[in-house]
């Protein structure tokens, strides 16, 4: 095909038709649960095989390439599929993503942004006053919530370390404290920035995965000792494996006697702020440094779209000071409206659009009903597992993230770890259900997350029976 042909206006439309009558047809079946895999588990080789035969043909059909993508993908709208903590994307945002990546602006720049930018300052300022920050707050959007938290930290660096790190490197041997039980991207990020092992003071938790935050001060004192010197503590809220959110008001307080920098990881829990039945979870959120949100976990957003939001924007402008005299002709001002001179990227996704078109279909008014539904519904999901005595719950959750394990008449607590990763692998085999595991002080457990809506009780209900039947038949 010729290269103008390519870019054809009428074959585009034809074949944008065609797709979203695919996905439609995708959608209902998975939401009405015609479709009954939620997951079309196949090997890593046997992916492979299939996709390198399809490769091999060369050019082809394009719409049966969309057919086997969907058929073969997981299927995150299924009110099964309950495993990582992935949103499954409000139709109208997907939609919008269509619309921003043809567009393409690239962001960087003013100019390349002209739609995106002020909608990132608006969906900014939307958050900061969220969280409860003043005028004095704002932030921006970047790819992933590991990515923000390394920003993040790159600026509490720029603040708190006793030397300019970014003009002459490390001097000292820089330190942060966060529970054992964040995210591993914090522990990424700080190596990345040279903290080494070291660096990364681990807190330890109590018996709901909570830092100990009366231990922070025995920790904070040894660090020094040791000649660390500590500029941040990160809160996490909540923590991916249990959901369990730090105690933020005691990590606060400890960050303004020290006078250090106070991070909250938010990625999945910070959306508890749209909620006014849950958002005294997140109490003290309102005194950290930095905050970050992913709007692709609770709020609905197709990934990546995450929020790193500052309470002195002044801050934000610190982390990357840099001279990219093509880019950008005024280099030390602090224009929010310049994209790159605060993220990572150079080129970013159009991001803010698709957040901003839930927000103009629907209101805010549906971000809080969603957390709102989906933390009920892990409510009633505990209540479920209380009342069946073949099941065990790891902790009394306090997010949507519910850890569960199988007993049934075993009574060999040696035996539960291998009953349970057994039962796991035979539900992702089987696909009709897509849960995931984790494994927290040594015991393993069964785990979901629940992120669609449109999961109801009773979905619930039947993978408790389908896990007793596997587990009769294995043990
Ligand atoms: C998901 C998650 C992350 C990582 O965010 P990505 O957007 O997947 O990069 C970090 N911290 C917590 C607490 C999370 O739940």
Not at 199 to 211: A, H, L, S
């Amino acid at each position: 095909m010729p290269l103008q042909q390519a870019y054809s206006a009428a074959i585009f439309r034809q074949q944008a038709h065609t797709l979203v009558d695919m996905l439609a047809d995708y959608l209902e079946a998975a939401q009405s649960q015609a479709l009954q895999t939620v997951i079309p588990y196949r090997t890593p080789e046997e992916n492979l095989v299939f996709w390198q035969q399809d490769f091999n043909q060369g050019v082809g059909d394009v719409n049966s390439f969309f057919d086997e993508v969907i058929r073969q993908s997981t299927h995150i709208h299924h009110p099964r599929y309950m495993g990582h903590q992935v949103s499954p994307p409000l139709p109208i945002s997907a939609l919008t993503g269509l619309l921003a990546e043809l567009l393409n602006n690239g962001m960087a720049v003013y100019e390349m942004g002209l739609v995106s930018n002020p909608l990132e300052r608006i969906l900014s300022d939307l958050l900061a006053q969220k969280i409860g920050f003043d005028s004095s707050s704002g932030g921006f959007l970047t790819s992933g919530g590991t990515l923000a938290n390394l920003t993040a930290l790159l600026a509490a660096r720029a603040v708190k370390a006793p030397t300019d790190v970014w003009e002459q490197g490390t001097s000292q041997h820089l330190a942060v404290m966060v529970s054992e039980e964040a995210h591993y991207c914090i522990d990424r990020a700080a190596r990345i920035m040279g903290m080494g092992s070291k660096g990364i003071i681990k807190v330890p938790t109590n018996d709901r995965f909570q830092m100990r935050t009366e231990c922070l001060e025995e920790y904070y004192q040894k660090a020094q000792l040791e000649g660390l010197t500590v500029i941040a503590v990160i809160g996490s809220a909540c923590s991916t494996s249990t959901g369990a959110y730090d105690n933020l008001l005691a990590i606060a307080e400890f960050c303004r006697q020290h006078k250090l920098w106070f991070h909250i990881d938010g990625a999945h829990g910070g959306a508890v702020a749209f909620s006014k039945k849950y958002k005294s979870l997140v109490n003290g959120i309102e005194s950290a440094d930095s905050v970050v949100i992913d709007w692709h976990k609770m709020l609905m957003t197709p990934a990546l779209a995450t929020a790193l939001i500052f309470k002195n924007e002044k801050d934000a402008f610190k982390t990357f000071h840099q001279k990219a005299q093509y880019l950008w002709a005024n280099q030390g001002s602090e224009e929010w409206y310049n994209s790159g001179k605060r993220t990572f990227e150079c080129t970013k996704l159009m991001m803010s659009v698709k957040i901003y078109a839930i927000l103009k279909s629907y209101g805010e008014r549906i971000l809080e009903e969603n957390v709102d539904t989906l933390h009920d519904l892990a409510k009633a999901f505990v209540d479920l597992l209380k009342a069946n005595p073949l099941f065990e719950l790891a902790i009394e959750p306090q997010s949507n993230i519910v850890c569960f394990r199988y007993i049934g008449q075993e009574t060999n607590p040696e035996r539960y770890n291998t009953i349970n990763a057994t039962i796991r692998q035979r539900l992702l085999e089987d696909g009709a259900f897509y849960v995931v595991q984790t494994t927290l002080r040594d015991k393993l457990y069964l785990r979901v997350s629940l992120m669609n809506p449109l999961t109801t009780i009773n979905d619930l209900k039947t993978l408790l029976t389908t896990i007793d039947t596997i587990a009769q038949e294995i043990m």
